[in-house]
C-alpha cells in the first residue's frame, strides 16, 4: 500500500481540516495508510508523525483551523532540519506528502523533495540509514493545497480560507455599521492580507466601501483629499456613516505603509468623528463557510488522486492543486510560486502597471 502524510504549515485557515479529512478518506479508500505529521514542518524534524484512521478525522469538516497542528518552523529552514525530516519520513516509509500551507511552506517542500536524494546519500554515509534505501525511496512527492485566508497565490482562483475570512470580516463590519450609522460616525477597519489587497478589496464591495487601500494599487498622491471628499459626497446624498477598509499592506505610490491610524487621523483632521476598528485574528478563526469546505473537500480528494493515478514521472512534478471555477486543477507547483513571488517583488519594486500582466 501507498504511504501518504499530510501537514499543516504557515498561518492556519478555516478549510484546512475538510481537506485533511477529505485527502485521508480518500487516501483510505484507494488503499493508502495516511499519516498526519503535527505542528507543521517541526513535526517532520521532531518525527511526531501519527496514523490516521476513518475515525480520527470525523467530525472535523465544520472545524475551524487544522486538528493536527500548525507552526512557521524555524529549524526546518535549516539543511540539518530537512535532514532529520527525511530520517523521519523514510523511518516511516512514507514518500508522498501533501503540504497544505501558503507560499513559504510550499517552497519549503519543494526544497525538500529536490535535496531528498542527496540528504538520503548523506544518511546513508553516515551509517543511519542502508543503503537500499535508494532503491526503495528513490524520491519524494509533492503535492500543495494553498491554505491561507490571504488568498495571495497563482494556481487558484481561491485559497482555502478566504471565503471564510471575508464571511468573518461581513459580519463584523456590517455589526460595526449599524452603530456607526447612529452615530453619524466614519470607520476605518483594517483587514489582514499581509502583502495581498485581496481581502480588503473583496470585503470593501461586499459592504459598499467608500474608499479601500490595498497594496496593488496604491493611491495617486494626494489620496487623502480624494478619501475625503468620496466621503464627503456620501454624506451629502444622506448616507450616515462612511467606511474606509485599509489592507494591513497598504503603501503609498513610495512604497511607504498607510496605516489605519494615519487615515483615522486624516479624517479627524477633517472633521470626521472617526474610530478604528483593527479586526485582528478574528478574520482567521471560526467555523468554514460552505464554499471553504467544498474547494478544500474536491482539492482533498484530487490531492490523493493525484498521488494514486500518476505516473512515475508525474509524480516527480510536485503539483499545485487549486481551483479553477468549481473544478480543481493542477499546475506545477513552482511555477506558481514563481509567478507569486514574482508580484511580490514588483510590488516592492513599486512596478505596480506590471502586477496585472503577470496576474492575468
Ligand atoms: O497569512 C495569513 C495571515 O493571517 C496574514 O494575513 C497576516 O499578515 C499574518 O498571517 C499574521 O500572522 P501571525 O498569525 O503569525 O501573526
Known sequence: AKRMAVLTSGGDSSGMNPAIRS?????????????AVREGYNGLVNDSIVPLNWGSVAG????????????RSTEFRTREGRKKAVFNLVKNRI???????????????????????????????????????????????????VGSIDNDMCGTD?????????RRILEAIDSILS??????????????GRNCGWLALASGVATGADYILIPESPPEDGWEQT?????EKGRLSGRRCSLVIVSEGAIDRQGKPITSAYVRQFLEDKGHDARITILGHVQRGGTPTFLDRYIATRMGIDAANYFYDSTAEQLNQPVLIGMSG????????????????????LIKERRFNEVVDVRG
Open 60 to 71: 472535523i469538516i465544520s472545524r475551524g483551523g487544522t486538528i493536527i497542528g500548525t507552526a
Open 179 to 192: 452603530t456607526a450609522v447612529s452615530h453619524q460616525r466614519s470607520f476605518v477597519i483594517e483587514v489582514m
Open 23 to 35: 485527502f485521508a478518506r480518500q487516501a483510505m479508500l484507494k488503499g493508502a495508510k495516511v499519516f
Open 227 to 231: 478619501m475625503a471628499d468620496n466621503l
Open 326 to 345: 468549481m473544478d480543481t486543477i493542477r499546475s506545477p507547483l513552482m511555477e506558481c510560486v514563481q509567478k507569486t513571488q514574482s508580484i511580490a517583488s
Open 95 to 145: 514518500d508522498n506528502l501533501l503540504v497544505i500551507g501558503g507560499d513559504g511552506s510550499l517552497t519549503g517542500a519543494n526544497l525538500l523533495r529536490t535535496e531528498w536524494c542527496s540528504l538520503l546519500k548523506e544518511l546513508v554515509d553516515d551509517g543511519k540509514l542502508s543503503l537500499d534505501v535508494m532503491e526503495h525511496f528513490p524520491m519524494l512527492s509533492i503535492a500543495g493545497i
Open 158 to 166: 481561491l485559497t482555502v480560507g478566504a471565503d471564510t475570512a471575508t
